[in-house]
Each structure stands twice: as structure tokens, then as C-alpha cells.
């Protein structure tokens, strides 16, 4: 059966199979020790005010556990089909990326805590952080049907596109759940656009240019 792809081990030439399925698997798990992640994250695309929901369904760590996993994973696999050349596709080199990309998020955490710490946000930014973290499972859910697509179609622009437009309406559904969260005032604008820019696009930039060169030199 020439042509078909063979799973055959996450180290073989294979294993973006696996990792697919296992990304997969991390999704369902998180559903399952979490009842409601996935589904609040789908949520996510109503445009309209969301209440709180960390009261509905306490934090579980398994539940975390695989979310971020399937939060990091998938958004990592389209960034090394992205900066790729085929002898640099290898698990290793995904691997190192998944690990940027986690080392970003906990500073990005780190500066959350200390703005929340600094400016007495807790009730507001607790909300956003919330509502964040769905959005984030809800890009990881809109990224997956293109690893299946880009198994088959090795393309670094597709992936690009993918990536790029992705990225694009994450950062559109923060800003518009930001302004609905911390709006009180036109200067309020000001602060979001801020936050956005220093928390957001700088990181992301950041991210975009050692993943690159990460790869490289790998």
C-alpha cells in the first residue's frame, strides 16, 4: 500500500502521526477529569457576556495537565512545518519548540501576576485570565483539522497562512473581550491597547524569531 503513511513510532519518520493521535487523546482526557473545558472553549465564540464560569467546574490537574499539552502541542506542530526543512523535522526539534513556546507562557504568567499584583485588578483580570485560557484551547481546537491536512500537504506557506490567521483572530476575540471586561472609560482603550501590545505581540514576535532560529541551528 505505497503512499498511505504508516504510524510507526514517534522517533521514526512518522511520528508526526503520533504525536497527532496523542494530541488527540490529550483532548479527550482534558473533557474527561474536566467535564466542560472543551465545550466553554467553543463557548468562547458567542458575542455576548460570558459569567464566570471557574465556579462551574474546579480546576483538576490531570484535567490541566492534558489541556496544555493539547494548548501547546498543536500550535507547535504548524510552527515546525512552518520554519522546517525536511531534515530539520525531527521530534527533538518539536519537542525543543514545545518548550520555548512553555517557557514564554510562564514568564507571560509571571508579568500577569505581577500586573494584577501591581494594580489591584484581581476581580477583572481574573475574569480575563479565565476567559484566555478558553480562548487558547479554542485556537489549539480551530489549529487541529490543519495537521491532518498539512500531514498530507508538507507546505510551509500553508502553514504560515494557517498560523498567521489563527493568530489573528485569537488576538480580535482578546481585544473584544478585553474592552468588555476592563471598558469603563475611553482612556480605557489606551491601557488595553497597551497591555495587548506588551503581553501580546512583543512575546509573539519574540517567540516567532528564537523559534526560527532555534530550528536553525538545531
Request: charged share 10%; net charge neutral.
Amino acid at each position: 500500500m505505497e503512499g498511505i503513511s504508516r504510524i510507526l513510532s514517534p522517533l521514526s519518520a512518522d511520528w508526526y502521526a503520533w504525536t497527532i493521535l496523542f494530541l488527540a487523546i490529550c483532548a479527550i482526557l482534558s473533557e474527561l477529569f474536566q467535564p466542560g473545558v472543551l465545550t466553554r472553549a467553543i463557548s468562547m465564540l458567542q458575542f455576548r457576556s460570558i459569567k464566570r464560569m471557574y465556579k462551574e467546574a474546579p480546576t483538576n490537574f490531570l484535567g490541566q495537565l492534558f489541556i496544555t499539552l493539547f494548548r501547546i502541542g498543536v500550535p507547535g506542530l504548524i510552527v515546525m512545518i512552518l520554519f522546517s526543512v525536511e531534515n530539520q523535522f525531527s521530534f527533538l526539534s518539536y519537542l525543543l519548540v514545545c518548550g520555548l513556546m512553555l517557557g514564554v507562557i510562564m514568564v507571560k504568567m509571571l508579568l500577569n501576576q505581577w500586573i494584577d499584583y501591581t494594580f489591584m485588578l484581581s476581580h477583572h483580570y481574573e475574569e480575563l485570565y479565565e476567559q484566555y485560557g478558553h480562548m487558547v484551547t479554542l485556537l489549539a481546537i480551530a489549529y487541529y483539522p490543519f495537521l491532518l491536512v498539512l500531514m498530507y500537504l508538507y507546505n510551509s506557506v500553508a502553514a504560515g497562512w494557517v498560523l498567521i490567521g489563527g493568530m489573528v483572530l485569537f488576538w480580535l476575540l482578546f481585544l473584544y473581550r478585553s474592552v468588555r471586561i476592563f471598558y469603563r472609560t475611553p482612556a480605557s482603550i489606551l491601557y488595553i491597547l497597551i497591555y495587548f501590545l506588551t503581553m501580546e505581540l512583543l512575546p509573539a514576535g519574540a517567540l516567532w524569531g528564537l523559534t526560527s532560529q532555534l530550528i536553525k541551528v538545531i
